[in-house]
């Protein structure tokens, strides 16, 4: 299994309170991926990093933010959480995007906004 | 807008039953496709990646197949296990962009 830690794995926060997510790799991928799993949306892209302070927007970012400063890790940022946010939140890392490389997943952190 | 669906949401199959799952996209200019399967409170557990140039990709008793001209990708099981019970994800890598995007799955139950 790619070595891949999300932490924490579970969070309970109140609306308006800040949070932040960490993704930790130890295989020195170049990418990384946030995205959040929602019933009958599947999985959506939040953001994107292709390298060290290296990040873009993907299909839902509004409300999030992201930081890269090393290699093996990938912070997502919620300024001012609200309820909408409630969702479980994955991290993946690919060693190449479309060069045939595969992406890997950690386990997710469950995050509700109460 | 590359969009990816999956049919059916869910199904119901005896053990020892071979089955296909289905994924479609509307962008044919793709890079890879990749098949996940997720089991509950789990995270997404890499199966097969296909890249554009291939037809099909196998390991195990899973076989998938691309047909890019139509915008189909199927993941075909071989003698089914209950243990083969999760949710199935088909991802697509659009040409000249980092994202994948992903199905919203097929609940696979495999029945004892």
């Known amino acids: 299994d790619a070595g891949i830690t999300q932490s924490p794995r579970h969070k309970v926060t109140e609306t308006g309170t800040p949070v932040t997510l960490r993704c930790h790799q130890t295989?020195?991928?170049?990418?990384m991926y946030w995205y959040r799993q929602d019933p009958g949306h599947g999985l959506r892209l939040i953001h994107y990093?292709?390298?060290?302070?290296?990040?873009d927007k993907g299909e839902v970012s509004d409300g999030y933010s992201v930081s890269r400063s090393k290699t093996e890790d990938f912070l997502l940022t919620l300024e001012s959480a609200t309820s909408s946010q409630t969702s479980v939140y994955f991290c993946?890392?690919?060693?190449?995007?479309?060069?045939?490389?595969?992406?890997?997943f950690g386990d997710g952190t469950r995050l509700s906004i109460l | 807008k590359q969009e990816v669906t999956q049919i059916p949401a869910a199904l119901s199959v005896p053990e020892g039953e071979n089955l296909v799952l289905n994924c479609s996209f509307t962008?044919?200019?793709?890079?890879?496709l990749q098949w996940f399967r997720q089991d509950p409170g789990k995270g997404l557990t890499s199966l097969l990646l296909?890249?554009?140039?291939?037809r099909e990709q196998t390991s195990g008793r899973l076989n998938a197949s691309l047909d890019k001209s139509s915008g189909r990708s199927t993941l075909y099981i071989a003698a089914s296990q209950p243990g083969d019970s999760a949710t199935y994800l088909c991802?697509?890598?659009?040409?000249?962009?980092?994202?994948?995007?992903f199905g919203t799955g097929t609940r696979l139950k495999v029945l004892a």
């Open positions: 295989e020195n991928h170049r990418y």
């Open positions: 993946a890392i690919s060693e190449a995007t479309g060069r045939g490389q595969p992406q890997h």
């Open positions: 296909i890249q554009s140039s291939q």
């Open positions: 962008d044919s200019a793709i890079y890879n």
């Open positions: 991802a697509v890598n659009t040409s000249g962009t980092y994202k994948y995007i």
């Open positions: 990093s292709y390298g060290v302070k290296d990040t």
